[in-house]
């Protein structure tokens, strides 16, 4: 106690004793007073030596040490809380202009058609049939249910990345991750009904008809796969790396001659064969059991055996009485009529998913998802892509029609030119 009691009052005295040599030499004139004050390891070190005899070396290294750390962390924590300050302010400000610029562009129906590929009734009809969404916080902001949607949309139809929004909008990255969760579960619990297979058999005779109809062929859906192209992830090793040289997972679907999906499967790995994923879907397993409630065979005076209720696939999948498949190498001239046929209503399911990419341009580039949560969002598009096909007022590719014509990187263009000059630079 003695020691560090003289410690002190050593120290206080040589504070004031270096302020009096200083002005001393400022009134004596011997030579200009410093601009700049000594740093703080050659002024304890002074101390140690000159004014504190009775220190010890080794104790006043650890003094230095202690004092200069203290100074640093100080340093640090104030510029961390200015940085903090400056960065939240600057977030503000951009998801303040933000919200105005969504204001703006739903006056123009067309520049908010091509941005979601939604018209605005549309956009309206299907927040106010979601139930409220868990409320997520902007500085202090709350964003409400249609600037949730209206950002899970400019992600999925705009093909820019989440990073490219976040920076966009000021909504920060992990809630924006958070964000597309809780749409994709919202929609997904809400309208299923728009993604089910026919419950009777009226039902499946409707499509029937349709595809008699249009195609001239009486079958009730078309069945095929799709790869959904994802970034690699991580400890999966070639899991996910298919036969054409990239990482995906495989979207499964049943189609009607709407371009509508009748059923889907997602989430199987890349590698696997369109055939074996197809035999291990729900799907197969309920048309092999006959629980689907088709019906009957139809009965033919050509027929020398009653035609089944089938679907067309094509030459991946495995031919049954339910699966319908065109001839590898027809012979004559009635199978290729009859495989050009399958061939005519096996095309719809390649409409469906080249409309469906064509919609939601994030499709159109590797997902930088988690391959866990990628295919539920995968699924919420597949049921908005029901939602726009069975609704009256949207076209199958509204990219294509009148000024909606945008391609991704001129969509691009257009978003960072309409925000990010008009509303977040000015």
Request: aromatic share 10%; proline share 5%; with cysteine.
């Amino acid at each position: 106690m003695r020691q560090q009691s003289s410690l002190v009052t050593s120290l206080e005295q040589s504070e004031v004793v270096m302020v009096d040599e200083d002005e001393l030499a400022k009134e004596r004139g011997e030579g200009e007073l410093r601009t700049q004050p000594e740093p703080a390891t050659v002024l304890l070190l002074n101390l140690t030596k000159k004014r504190c005899p009775m220190m010890n070396r080794r104790w006043g290294r650890i003094l230095i040490v202690l004092l200069l750390r203290r100074r640093n962390l100080l340093l640090q924590y104030k510029e961390s809380r200015q940085s903090k300050s400056e960065r939240l302010s600057l977030r503000k400000k951009r998801f303040i202009k933000f919200r105005q610029w969504i204001q703006h562009v739903r006056l123009d129906v067309n520049a908010f058609e091509a941005l979601v590929r939604i018209p605005p009734i549309q956009f309206d009809e299907i927040v106010s049939k979601m139930s409220p969404l868990r409320s997520i916080r902007v500085t202090s902001f709350t964003l409400t249910d249609s600037e949730l949607f209206f950002l899970f949309l400019l992600y999925s139809c705009g093909g820019g990345s989440l990073r490219f929004i976040s920076a966009l909008s000021g909504v920060n990255l992990c809630l924006m991750s958070s964000l597309l969760r809780i749409v994709s579960n919202e929609i997904i619990s809400n309208f299923s009904e728009n993604l089910s297979l026919p419950s009777n058999q009226a039902e499946w005779l409707s499509i029937r008809q349709q595809f008699i109809q249009q195609y001239q062929f009486p079958c009730f859906g078309s069945i095929d796969g799709c790869h959904i192209t994802i970034v690699a992830p991580p400890h999966t090793g070639s899991v996910y790396f298919n036969y054409k040289k990239y990482f995906s997972f495989v979207l499964m679907g049943v189609v009607d001659s709407n371009c509508r999906f009748l059923f889907i499967d997602c989430g199987s790995p890349g590698r696997h064969h369109d055939s074996t994923i197809f035999e291990s879907t729900s799907f197969a397993q309920s048309l092999y059991g006959n629980t689907f409630h088709l019906p009957p065979p139809l009965y033919s005076i050509m027929a020398t055996s009653p035609v089944h209720s089938f679907f067309v696939a094509d030459g991946a999948f495995k031919s049954s009485i339910h699966i319908v498949k065109p001839y590898r190498r027809p012979i004559n001239t009635a199978q290729k009529q009859f495989s050009y046929r399958v061939s005519r209503a096996r095309r719809v399911v390649e409409n469906c998913f080249g409309i469906f990419k064509s919609r939601f341009r994030v499709l159109q580039r590797p997902l930088d998802l988690n391959v866990s949560f990628a295919p539920t969002f995968v699924h919420s598009l597949c049921i908005i892509h029901n939602i726009l096909i069975d609704s009256p007022n949207v076209t199958l590719i509204p990219v294509r029609s009148g000024a909606c014509t945008l391609t991704q990187s001129s969509q691009l263009d257009y978003l960072v030119k309409h925000v990010t000059q008009e509303y977040i630079v000015n």
